[in-house]
């Protein structure tokens, strides 16, 4: 696989977060122009990967099924939309369970680098939160933080305290679609 790859959080980045975890596919709903993001990036050769904690599992809230029911859906409104995920990674553990795989720990994201053959450092991994952020600065990803689901309460462009230097701001995954979309324009393929 070519390089034109891109990381994506689920919850709080692709569809709306909930304190209470999602547990179920009807409480899974999509941000707003989210979906159309993903599909455009698709439609410019981009290929996009969900990196996602799912403690709801360690902790008994739902099952593998269920979580696959609720992938299900995103799949199905995506491919309406005209796009499509390659793959999704997730962590099924809770804190206390000392994994590497965890976000803020890189694990995800040296799987999906294992997996796709990529060099991270030309990978592009977008979510709405520090731990993100983290787990993508740790395999040298470029970093993007979107103000949608935890960092909903950001007012503007700034970087917040503790981010990993570098790290783009974006209003939400639509927003973030532009700057790639506009940047690989006007820099070029590489």
Known sequence: MNSKLIILDRDGTINHDSDDYVKSPDEWQ???GAIDAIARLNHAGWHTVIA???SGLGRGLFDVATLNQIHDKLNKVLAKAGGR???IFYCPHTPDDHCQCRKPLPGLFEQIGDRFGVDLSEVHA???TLRDAQAAAAV????HLVRTGKSEGLLNNALPEHFPAGTHVHADLNAFADWLLHT???EGAH
């Open 85 to 87: 995920v390659d793959a």
């Open 184 to 186: 690989e324009t006007h």
């Open 140 to 143: 040298g990803c470029q970093t």
């Open 126 to 128: 977008v979510g709405d």
């Open 52 to 54: 996602t904690n799912q």
């Open 30 to 32: 999509a941000l707003p």
